[in-house]
């Protein structure tokens, strides 16, 4: 397996690899002949990179066809054009390129700054008008070493990943191991396993409803998607067609792509029941034939299916490669790109399970509390604890289920703190862990998810609202006893409609910072500047005093003008956002 990363500049090229199973490092340097003898030796490994899907092969094998890799690098970054469609003669240079980023990524940068790692920028211009000098080459060598240092760390955080992708890929060969599928993305692995055909529909809102539906008092929500006028993605006016109404006294919306409904800010105790239904969009496929019409054979999902399900149960780590083909097809059925193409069916069933749900709410309204609903489930609050309350609730549940063919499965909480649909920490009724630590809580949101390496910003508020929310610890007390710089970071990156980042009226060389609320006046906040219209704006959430630290920030102490009480109130402002004073 080899790490790789290209930086292109007009007159020079460089790429770095890291060959991990020699343990050698490489370094080319406008030497295209260098570079194919690397590529030879090693045509049939793994190469790995960050957004290398979309850039860095696409550099590589243009080099290797003799083509300038600044004409390809434009091609790209400037025009913003897919980089196969640059040559046909790409193809005569096969490589297993195995891409770490993915779709929701920010970049790389990002990730370096989440994992407290330097995310100093190279002060070389990339769009220098010369030939590059020994230091400068010599300074991108080190950067450009850096960024696939970073990369291999992306990667062993997501080594899970990998090797659920490696199993689908096994799958996708016939449980051979074809390197050369190592490059497709997820769902086109689905699309390949389930052995669709690219067909063109023109049905895409030709849609019905489930024959085991039984509404009658919301039946508006019906008469909605049934409305011709309605049957399309956006208004006259470019805004995204959605039915607001109410619902078991919840603001509700449903929309073409899920339907959703909650009391905000709300902060309560009680007996609670959150029903979800199992595998939602696989299960409306099978029960109500919802596939996509592209596969050769519906019976093969109805395994995968199946087999999962099995694998789950025996604890087999297979079951997680299954899981992402049975996952994957529903969302892959709007992509155009795709051979499992389906427009219709997608819409059916996500229209079919928000009916479904709607049915379920209308059923058990009168007898609890609806506390919020979802694309596949609902949270509800009993009136009481008793047996009695809890036996109709679930004949209620039963009746549905074998009515609709779906099957619930059922939590009991205690306490619930909910911002809205997406944001919300719930809390069971008894022991708060199971015996290895693992916390038996639920929590979902940016404010008080689960952190990772990968996802580590503003942690010190995310701690310190969930210890007040899961043991009822003041945030003050868990942000003035913590001590470490990096627990109060705040990452930022702008994209590419702004030019630079200022702070105060000096312009920062990076477009990535590492940002911490400052005590001292003569720290002045961050702005962006907009690449057309010249005009700044706050960075978002940022403090109005800050400093700027892009160095490692690992092991490194809280400073005398760091700004905690800015984090308290932070932390009290988004609590009140969860119903909290």
């Known amino acids: 397996m080899l790490f790789y990363d290209f930086e292109v500049f007009k007159y020079d090229w460089l790429v770095v690899v890291l060959d991990m199973t020699a343990k050698k490092k490489h370094v080319?340097?406008?030497?295209?002949?260098?570079?194919?003898?690397?590529?030879?030796?090693?045509?049939?490994?793994?190469?790995?990179?960050?957004?290398?899907?979309?850039?860095?092969?696409?550099?590589?094998?243009?080099?290797?066809?003799?083509?300038?890799?600044?004409?390809?690098?434009?091609?790209?970054?400037?025009?913003?054009?897919?980089?196969?469609?640059?040559?046909?003669?790409?193809?005569?240079?096969?490589?297993?390129?195995?891409?770490?980023?993915?779709?929701?990524?920010?970049?790389?940068?990002?990730?370096?700054?989440?994992?407290?790692?330097?995310?100093?920028?190279?002060?070389?211009?990339?769009?220098?008008?010369?030939?590059?000098?020994?230091?400068?080459?010599?300074?991108?060598?080190?950067?450009?070493?850096?960024?696939?240092?970073?990369?291999?760390?992306?990667?062993?955080?997501r080594k899970a990943d990998f090797e659920a992708h490696l199993s689908l890929v096994k799958i996708a060969s016939g449980n051979t191991l074809d390197l050369s599928l190592i490059g497709k993305?997820?769902?086109?692995?689905?699309?390949?396993?389930?052995?669709?055909?690219?067909?063109?529909?023109?049905?895409?809102?030709?849609?019905?409803?489930?024959?085991?539906?039984?509404?009658?008092?919301?039946?508006?929500?019906?008469?909605?998607?049934?409305?011709?006028?309605?049957?399309?993605?956006?208004?006259?006016?470019?805004?995204?067609?959605?039915?607001?109404?109410?619902?078991?006294?919840?603001?509700?919306?449903f929309a073409w792509g899920g339907v959703h409904g909650a009391i905000e800010k709300y902060c309560g105790t009680g007996h609670y029941l959150m029903a979800d239904v199992a595998s939602l969009y696989p299960s409306l496929m099978i029960r109500y034939n919802l596939h996509s019409r592209s596969m050769k054979d519906p019976k093969k999902f109805v395994d995968i299916y199946n087999t999962r399900i099995k694998y789950k149960a025996e604890k087999n780590p297979l079951q997680l490669p299954l899981k992402l083909v049975l996952n994957s097809?529903?969302?892959?059925?709007?992509?155009?790109?795709?051979?499992?193409?389906?427009?219709?069916?997608?819409?059916?069933?996500?229209?079919?399970g928000q009916l479904l749900i709607l049915d379920l709410i209308e059923k058990l309204e009168g007898y609890c509390e609806l506390i919020q609903s979802n694309t596949d489930g609902i949270l509800i609050k009993l009136p009481d604890g008793s047996q009695k309350t809890y036996d109709m609730i679930d004949d209620i549940c039963w009746e549905w289920e074998q009515r609709t063919g779906l099957t619930l499965e059922f939590d009991e909480y205690h306490k619930v703190f909910q911002k809205d649909v997406n944001n919300y920490l719930i809390l069971p009724p008894g022991e708060l862990y199971d015996e290895n630590g693992k916390p038996l809580w639920k929590s979902k949101g940016a404010y008080v998810k689960k952190l990772s390496n990968l996802d580590y910003d503003l942690p010190i508020v995310n701690k310190a609202m969930i210890e007040y929310m899961v043991h009822g610890t003041p945030v003050e007390q868990t942000i003035e006893q913590c001590n470490e710089l990096k627990e109060f970071q705040l990452v930022s990156k702008i994209s590419n409609k702004y030019t630079c980042i200022l702070h105060g009226e000096q312009p920062v060389n990076e477009k990535c910072v590492r940002l911490f609320a400052s005590k001292d006046a003569a720290d002045l906040g961050v702005k962006k500047i907009h690449a057309t219209t010249g005009k700044a704006a706050k960075l978002q959430n940022s403090p109005e005093h800050c400093f700027i630290f892009n160095d490692a920030v690992n092991g490194v102490a809280v400073p005398a003008k760091l700004d905690k009480q800015w984090y308290v109130n932070l932390a009290n402002r988004r609590l009140k956002d969860f119903g909290v004073g």
């Open 185 to 253: 993305t997820k769902p086109q692995l689905s699309a390949i396993i389930l052995e669709a055909r690219k067909s063109e529909y023109i049905d895409e809102f030709d849609i019905d409803f489930p024959d085991t539906l039984q509404i009658s008092k919301y039946r508006e929500v019906m008469e909605w998607y049934m409305n011709p006028n309605n049957r399309r993605y956006t208004d006259d006016k470019d805004k995204k067609m959605q039915l607001n109404t109410m619902i078991a006294g919840v603001p509700h919306t």
């Open 28 to 157: 080319i340097i406008n030497a295209p002949d260098e570079l194919k003898a690397l590529y030879e030796q090693n045509i049939n490994d793994i190469w790995v990179g960050f957004n290398s899907r979309h850039y860095d092969q696409y550099i590589f094998k243009a080099i290797l066809c003799g083509f300038d890799p600044k004409k390809v690098n434009d091609y790209i970054i400037v025009k913003g054009k897919p980089g196969w469609q640059y040559s046909s003669l790409f193809r005569s240079y096969p490589l297993n390129n195995y891409d770490v980023m993915m779709n929701i990524d920010r970049g790389l940068k990002v990730f370096e700054g989440f994992m407290g790692n330097s995310i100093k920028e190279t002060s070389v211009d990339f769009n220098i008008d010369r030939k590059l000098t020994p230091e400068e080459i010599k300074e991108t060598v080190k950067y450009c070493t850096h960024d696939v240092e970073q990369t291999v760390q992306v990667f062993l955080q």
């Open 329 to 352: 097809t529903y969302g892959v059925m709007k992509d155009k790109n795709n051979a499992l193409y389906d427009p219709r069916q997608a819409n059916r069933v996500c229209v079919y």
